[in-house]
């Protein structure tokens, strides 16, 4: 079955530190995968999505992603992360042949400690 | 370039009580729309999609309905809310497959009481 695990429901980094979130997914067609970032009480922004080619995907606001096909991973990761990147992060994967829709992930909170 | 609007941004309403939110969209023509809710603490669930006027497709049986009247028109309503409708409700606009980003509304967080 089409399924999308976030592991890890929150995580508490420091201000600073490095962040790595997971996502891994299972899903029989070649994946399209994005990663949404969601401010308390907004809608969803798109941070990036990978298609094809290389798989160290960029983003904004410093994000990055690293699609492993051999892991069926697609990990978010910031070298260093500032108070303003405390929300929830989802990670989504869909195909061609998807009808129209994305499979997602439960989510995970990301806490800040100054 | 494409906008999304929702409305209403926050909405409170008794148990058995009608409901409409409406969702348009500016800037693109004939995108595919969906709505999602959003319980407190856990993922999105798909509600409904449309890729067309009058085209609705559902996902989840549930009292909830969708309509698309026009092309950049998406409305969700329901006759008679349940306590367990409340949640955050997010209308996106995408392109034609499953490979196209989604581009979300602010949302309307309903509680119903």
């Known amino acids: 079955a089409q399924s999308v695990t976030q592991p890890d429901i929150h995580i508490t980094v420091s201000e600073g530190a490095s962040l790595e979130l997971r996502c891994n997914y299972s899903?029989?067609?070649?994946?399209?995968l994005f990663w949404y970032v969601q401010s308390p009480g907004q809608g969803l922004q798109l941070l990036l999505k990978?298609?094809?080619?290389d798989t160290l995907v960029q983003g904004i606001k410093g994000f990055e992603a690293e699609f492993k096909r051999s892991q069926s991973s697609f990990n978010l990761r910031k070298p260093s992360v500032h108070w303003s990147d405390a929300a929830e992060y989802f990670c989504?994967?869909?195909?061609?042949?998807?009808?129209?829709?994305?499979?997602w992930g439960a989510g995970t909170k990301l806490i800040i400690k100054p | 370039s494409q906008t999304i609007h929702q409305w209403p941004a926050t909405l409170v309403q008794p148990v058995g009580s009608p409901l409409s939110l409406e969702c348009t969209v500016e800037g693109t023509s004939n995108p595919n729309l969906y709505w999602y809710r959003q319980a407190a603490g856990r993922g999105l669930q798909l509600l409904f999609y449309?890729?067309?006027?009058?085209?609705i497709s559902s996902e989840v049986p549930q009292n909830l309905s969708a309509s698309r009247p026009q092309d950049r028109q998406f409305i969700l309503s329901s006759k008679k809310l349940l306590l367990s409708d409340s949640g955050f409700y997010l209308c996106?606009?995408?392109?034609?497959?499953?490979?196209?980003?989604?581009?979300f509304g602010p949302g309307t967080r309903l509680t119903v009481l």
């Open positions: 990978y298609f094809s080619g």
């Open positions: 449309s890729v067309g006027i009058g085209q």
């Open positions: 989504a994967v869909g195909a061609a042949d998807s009808n129209y829709q994305l499979i």
């Open positions: 996106a606009w995408g392109g034609v497959t499953g490979t196209d980003t989604q581009y």
């Open positions: 899903y029989g067609a070649t994946p399209y």
